[in-house]
């Protein structure tokens, strides 16, 4: 549950804590732009619950 809260509040924090550092780059890169949000948001839901399952 916390990890699907920081992957909506801060995706590249949950791809770092996945130890995905490359993943979480970009995914700084792309939560830096408003429209690069909600895809940066989605990409760390999907690498957090496939690590989950």
Same mark, same amino acid.
């Given at each position: 549950m916390?990890m699907i %809260?920081?992957? $909506? %509040? /801060?995706p590249w924090l949950?791809? $770092? %804590?996945?130890?995905?550092v490359f993943q979480?780059?970009l995914?700084i890169?792309?939560?830096l732009?408003?429209?690069g949000?909600?895809? /940066?948001?989605?990409?760390? %839901?999907?690498?957090?619950?496939?690590?989950?399952a």
């Amino acid at each position: 549950m916390i990890m699907i %809260l920081i992957c $909506f %509040l /801060a995706p590249w924090l949950a791809m $770092f %804590l996945r130890g995905k550092v490359f993943q979480g780059i970009l995914c700084i890169i792309l939560h830096l732009t408003i429209i690069g949000w909600i895809p /940066a948001t989605i990409w760390a %839901l999907v690498v957090t619950r496939r690590e989950a399952a």
